[in-house]
């Protein structure tokens, strides 16, 4: 299992921090997901062997954030 934190930008309340966390949920490999608003991050814990940190950019990208 690894962890990863990735800065992400345009995210200011609950509705942004569950689009975010359910995104990347449904990601295969991915255990959990973690946003912090305060930081503008997301921390996620995953299978290295089942998902990548380049899915990862996509899924939040998808619902309209940027990772930086």
Do not use: F, P
Not at 35 to 62: C, F, G, H, P, S
């Amino acid at each position: 299992m690894q962890t990863v934190t990735l800065q992400v930008e345009g995210m200011s309340c609950d509705h942004c921090k569950q689009a975010v966390e359910g995104a990347l949920k449904k990601l295969t490999g991915v255990e959990r997901a973690e946003v912090n608003l305060n930081e503008k991050n997301v921390t996620v814990w995953y299978d290295e062997n089942r998902a990548t940190v380049a899915q990862m950019k996509e899924a939040i990208e998808d619902q309209g954030y940027d990772v930086v």
